[in-house]
């Protein structure tokens, strides 16, 4: 039998955990940074093409200019490594888990990734399209528009850092069914309410207008409607494992 831990042997693994997951990042930087550049003009592509002809981004700051590229760059290493680091923590705690809640966690983490992933895409290729020829559109008459590259790369970060948030409603919901916070069918009682608050976050999240709105609103729609599935399934697996020990004992 192996020798029970220490309060000091844990912090020691979480502290490598911890560098594991930063050195991730860095080596992810390290391979992207000589294309720092290319990246940030490929972030800024859906605002270039909704500019009017003959305007362009500027930067106010100094450093603006080297800085911003490379902080993009940099915020893209983590997200690229989001699954090595989800593994450390996974590796940190696995040993503390039951193999009924192993068998959980695991593709949690996964599809975690993956749902932040297509969060970050439905914003850049779905939302951003139409959200800054609409922005474009009603600037007052007689305004140049000429974004800083600065504000420009934290309004965009901002914004994909809350679709891949959002995007991991399935998994919150799982884990709610899981935990016997709430019940699928307690859920399925509240769609109507759940449908209200979805285009209401699409209305604060997007552009005012109906189109972005629904954009944002049905794929949360749909995704509560898969983590109910999902959570049913869960649960269902965890009364027949409880029968299971019951009978056991």
């Not at 020691?12 to 720092?36: D, G, K, P």
């Not at 899981?178 to 999240?205: C, D, H, N």
């Amino acid at each position: 039998m192996t020798e029970p831990q220490t309060l000091f042997d844990h912090l020691l693994e979480l502290r490598n955990r911890l560098l594991r997951s930063v050195i991730s990042v860095l080596v992810v930087f390290l391979c992207l940074a000589y294309f720092a550049q290319d990246l940030y003009g490929l972030m800024s592509a859906p605002l270039m093409a909704a500019l009017p002809e003959g305007t362009q981004m500027i930067a106010t700051e100094v450093a603006s200019p080297f800085f911003a590229p490379y902080k993009l760059t940099l915020v893209l290493s983590f997200f690229i490594a989001i699954p090595y680091v989800l593994y450390q923590v996974w590796a940190f705690i696995a040993p503390g888990l039951y193999a009924n809640e192993k068998k959980l966690i695991a593709p949690l983490m996964i599809s975690s990734s993956l749902l932040f992933y297509a969060g970050i895409a439905f914003a850049y290729f779905v939302i951003f399209p139409l959200a800054f020829p609409f922005f474009v559109g009603v600037a007052p008459e007689g305004v140049v528009i000429n974004t800083d590259i600065n504000s420009y790369l934290n309004f965009v970060l901002k914004l994909f850092f809350a679709f891949g948030i959002s995007f991991q409603i399935p998994i919150a919901i799982v884990l709610l069914c899981w935990t016997g916070f709430t019940e699928p069918q307690s859920l399925r009682e509240k769609r109507p309410y759940i449908i209200v608050g979805a285009f209401v976050v699409g209305m604060l999240m997007t552009p005012p207008d109906p189109i972005s709105q629904t954009l944002l609103a049905v794929p949360m729609w749909l995704l509560f409607e898969l983590g109910v599935v999902l959570g049913g399934l869960y649960a269902k697996s965890n009364e027949e494992q409880n029968q299971k020990d019951q009978t056991t004992i």
